[in-house]
């Protein structure tokens, strides 16, 4: 009897412990969204000067770095670097990670094409999407709120701005940087 009560008090101290390290593990997680590190140096490189461009042209609205991944085949990788100064484009083409390049995180997409909100796997749940506008697009987040909660045929007042720069195309084969160029969306 003694020897199944050190067992079972050996057991509860086991799944204690265990339980502590999952909660610290998700606090550590929570703190940051960058979960993935990126280890091509080229490629941080030429996010980096992709960004420092958007600065410069940029300086009244906040946005966000993209980056779609497509690969061409075994040995040859395509990565499409934009941005964007709105949240709509997240639920139109939801990114699959995000890693901290410099000091911005950059949202990267795995072969997405289509800017369809419908053309996808999978789709950002709406929680999410209105995180995401809370902390990236805090002006966008208040007319989201808006019109979440606005009635059937109440005018809620909106602001659209066009905003198409330039978009980077890198094409790596075998991990070197091979091509790049810039174009606009509508070349």
């Not at 789709?123 to 506008?133: G, H, P, R, S, W």
Request: proline share 2%; with cysteine.
């Amino acid at each position: 009897m003694l020897k199944q009560f050190k067992i079972f008090i050996l057991l509860i101290l086991i799944t204690s412990c265990t339980s502590q390290k999952k909660t610290d593990v998700h606090i550590e997680l929570t703190n940051t969204d960058a979960h993935m590190e990126l280890t091509n140096k080229v490629l941080e490189r030429e996010i980096l000067e992709y960004s420092k461009y958007i600065d410069s042209i940029t300086t009244i609205r906040p946005y966000i770095l993209l980056v779609n991944i497509s690969e061409v085949n075994d040995s040859t990788v395509q990565y499409h670097i934009s941005c964007d100064i709105d949240g709509g484009i997240v639920k139109m083409r939801p990114y699959h990670f995000i890693c901290k390049v410099g000091n911005k995180n950059v949202f990267f997409t795995l072969g997405a094409k289509a800017l369809n909100e419908n053309s996808g796997f999978f789709k950002m749940k709406e929680n999410a999407y209105a995180d995401f506008l809370r902390k990236y697009f805090p002006h966008e987040y208040e007319t989201y709120k808006k019109l979440k909660t606005a009635k059937k045929g109440e005018f809620v007042e909106a602001t659209i701005v066009c905003f198409e720069p330039e978009t980077c195309f890198l094409t790596f084969v075998n991990g070197k940087l091979v091509t790049k160029y810039m174009t606009t969306n509508f070349s």
